[in-house]
């Protein structure tokens, strides 16, 4: 199996114990505050499936030979249609994380080997398509445990930190200066799971500034 398609069903099973989760929350639930700051858990659940059209977008495009955009409307539509969706009932918002999920799943499905090696552009640049079902793991996994409810960062599959704490200390090596790479020792003292948490400004450690590398 190669990193792909370990990604790929990294990502679907995330999906599927989001969609577990969420068959047991109430209208209640949804517009408690999430511990995103702001944001409810209605804005949460509809940014989760902004991001599956989105990057839907991405592979539909690529499919056809076209460098796509994860919103064509840009930050500013993005904002708005997360706003806008958050009010709804948990009825509405569940269904469409279902099938937004389900749009995204059977584009990867149609993805051809030659649509995998193009590029598309989100808020921050460049995205290659190769890289779209890890981005999709990590957001599934990052924002379910943003909703603040049963699931936390101490859930996270062990398979996606590991993944992920190859990525992310590449990207804290990248802008530390020469010899300056390692991470501190109170970074090194916890385990993996609260490391890649502190890195993705979900966790702190004790003696620590945030780490800072998201946003």
């Not at 495009?61 to 930050?75: D, F, I, K, T």
């Not at 193009?118 to 445990?145: C, K, L, Q, S, Y």
């Not at 804290?172 to 400004?201: I, K, N, Q, Y």
Request: charged share 25%.
């Amino acid at each position: 199996m190669t990193d792909r398609e370990r990604e790929l069903e990294g990502a679907l099973a995330a999906h599927r114990t989001l969609e577990a989760h969420l068959a047991r929350i109430t209208d209640d639930d949804v517009v408690r505050p999430s511990l995103l700051p702001g944001w409810s858990v209605g804005h949460v659940l509809t940014h989760i499936a902004r991001n599956a059209d989105a990057l839907a977008n991405l592979l539909r495009a690529a499919a056809r030979s076209e460098v796509g955009s994860m919103y064509p409307g840009g930050l500013e539509q993005r904002t708005a249609d997360i706003d806008a969706g958050a009010v709804r009932g948990v009825t509405a918002l569940v269904a469409d994380v279902r099938a937004s999920s389900s749009r995204l799943e059977a584009a990867f499905a149609t993805t051809t080997d030659d649509a995998w090696q193009r590029e598309g552009t989100g808020p921050m640049g460049a995205v290659a398509i190769d890289e779209v079902p890890f981005r999709r793991w990590r957001e599934t996994e990052v924002h379910h445990a943003d909703l603040g409810l049963a699931y936390t960062w101490r859930d996270w599959p062990d398979e996606y930190v590991r993944r992920e704490l190859q990525r992310l200390t590449m990207l804290w090596s990248s802008r530390r200066a020469m010899g300056l790479t390692g991470f501190p020792a109170e970074a090194m003292a916890v385990d993996d799971h609260h490391r890649v948490a502190w890195l993705l400004g979900r966790a702190g450690i004790e003696g620590l500034e945030p780490a800072g590398l998201m946003g």
